[in-house]
């Protein structure tokens, strides 16, 4: 997951600011050049990483944070807010057109997922209420247009294609054709390079001038690193594009492009892809972004990823089983099943705050082993239902013979049985959902 080693490094540095009751100029100076080092081990833009750290050395070697009952903690607050401002302050949204359809025009090098890209896209705006259009307008990468139209037609979204004719024409047509057939949204899949020439600019310049796309969005490899800003300030020079949207955020370790793209071009990061499901997009929120960087969580979109998969109405009839101490093991296996809807356990628990004296980038494989979770649930599917809903019941012979048909130890069985009833006394005595189901953040 990206800034796994830059949060590990901030982190050091700041447990050790945080342990000083006081703090000189030299402690903070040198704390900046480690937090230097690390952002350039990042692949974070050297100009870029070097006018953050002047901007917050400046402001934290003054005589209110100096002099401060916790300076380690005002220095952090200083980061974390120079790492918002860095990354573009707040959310950028999508420009919509007030005369529909609403033209996002992605170009970008081949190779960085921008057609995969349209159909998430599509799907995220799909979710808004939007009825989106996927246009074919790469002619040139062979199974380009086969590619698009399967994405399409896994996210339920049509794809307007038109073979190998001139893609100029073909958006032409689409446009056309999202107006007659009251699509809101046209998504044009443009063609990529292996590299920037002057035969990719000029196709997308002609296009641009002919259909005046409300946004450009560019698709930048998070994991090409220092690449991906360079790219992004060339197409920015010679297109003018509106936002980027940054893919492979999810393998990429260091994740400086995230944190050079804005400052570099001046362009907002909207969107990222952060997995290899269609569903797999977030909305770039830097003040999200910034919280992940220093090992904070990100709880907000945690949450509103438990909104997209749990049903209020069923969070509702959960409340009231473990209000009335009738949650049982059914219910649990339900969970599990609900979970994976939201991503893997490690990025769960990379979205919430480190605690003290756990290091959630330490975490092993082991740990928190995808493939156990495949146990536990095997294990309640050998269970009868009526045993899933009267765990009670579970004596030693029954547990046997779950352990058998689930292909696991009764020492396994016995575990879940712990974990079940250690869950069922949390969620009871935290509240861990609202009366009304999940809170609503906008």
């Given amino acids: 997951m990206a800034f796994e080693g830059l949060t590990e490094k901030l982190?050091?540095?700041?447990k050790g600011l945080k342990s000083r009751g006081k703090l000189s100029e030299n402690d903070v100076k040198e704390a900046m050049r480690e937090v230097r080092m690390a952002l350039l081990e990042a692949d974070v833009n050297f100009a870029v990483a070097r006018d953050f750290i002047k901007k917050v050395t400046e402001k934290a070697v003054g005589e209110t944070v100096l002099n401060s009952l916790t300076p380690g903690q005002q220095v952090i607050k200083i980061v974390n807010e120079e790492l918002i401002e860095l990354m573009g302050a707040t959310h950028s949204k999508l420009t919509v057109s007030s005369a529909p359809p609403?033209?996002?025009?992605?170009?970008?090098?081949?190779?960085?997922?921008?057609?995969?890209?349209?159909?998430?896209?599509?799907?995220?705006?799909?979710k808004q209420g939007k009825k989106p259009l996927l246009v074919a307008c790469d002619i040139y990468r062979p199974a380009a247009i086969e590619q698009l139209k399967v994405v399409g037609a896994q996210t339920e979204i049509a794809v307007f294609e038109r073979g190998t004719q001139k893609p100029l024409q073909t958006a032409q047509e689409a446009?056309?054709?999202?107006?007659s057939y009251l699509f809101d949204t046209v998504i044009l899949d443009t063609a990529g390079r292996l590299h920037i020439d002057e035969a990719l600019m000029q196709e997308l310049i002609e296009i641009k001038e002919a259909i005046h796309p409300t946004e450009i969005l560019l698709t930048v490899d998070a994991m090409t690193g220092q690449d991906a800003v360079n790219v992004a300030h060339a197409f920015n020079e010679k297109l003018g594009i509106d936002g980027v949207i940054l893919t492979k955020l999810d393998g990429d370790a260091r994740g400086g492009a995230a944190m050079s793209v804005k400052a570099v071009t001046g362009k907002p990061i909207k969107f990222s892809g952060i997995g290899e499901k269609l569903t797999d997009i977030e909305v770039f929120h830097p003040d999200r972004m910034a919280s992940r960087?220093?090992?904070?969580?990100?709880?907000?979109?945690?949450?509103?990823?438990?909104?997209?998969n749990f049903n209020n109405e069923d969070a509702t009839k959960l409340v009231d089983k473990i209000k009335k101490?009738?949650?049982d093991l059914q219910d649990f296996l339900e969970q599990f099943k609900q979970m994976r809807k939201m991503g893997s356990m490690k990025d769960i628990l990379k979205s919430l705050p480190t605690m003290p004296g756990v290091d959630t980038s330490k975490l092993?494989?082991?740990?928190?082993?995808?493939?156990?979770?495949?146990?536990?649930?095997a294990i309640i599917l050998s269970m009868t239902m009526k045993e899933r809903k009267n765990p009670d019941i579970l004596n030693a012979s029954r547990?046997?013979?779950?352990?058998?048909?689930?292909?696991?130890?009764?020492?396994e069985v016995n575990q879940l049985i712990r974990q079940f009833e250690q869950s069922k006394a949390m969620m009871k005595k935290f509240g861990l959902f609202s009366k009304k189901g999940f809170p609503k953040f906008r």
């Avoid at 982190?11 to 700041?14: D, G, P």
């Avoid at 092993?364 to 649930?377: A, C, G, H, P, T």
């Avoid at 547990?399 to 020492?411: D, H, L, N, P, Y």
């Fill in 102 to 126: 609403s033209v996002y025009m992605l170009c970008g090098l081949q190779g960085a997922g921008k057609t995969t890209m349209c159909a998430k896209l599509g799907g995220y705006l799909k």
């Fill in 399 to 411: 547990r046997r013979r779950i352990a058998a048909g689930s292909g696991t130890s009764v020492q």
């Fill in 293 to 308: 960087i220093l090992g904070m969580g990100d709880v907000l979109s945690l949450i509103e990823k438990a909104q997209e």
């Fill in 364 to 377: 092993s494989e082991q740990e928190i082993d995808e493939k156990r979770i495949n146990r536990l649930e």
């Fill in 175 to 179: 446009i056309k054709h999202a107006k």
């Fill in 325 to 327: 101490n009738q949650f």
């Fill in 11 to 14: 982190q050091k540095v700041f």
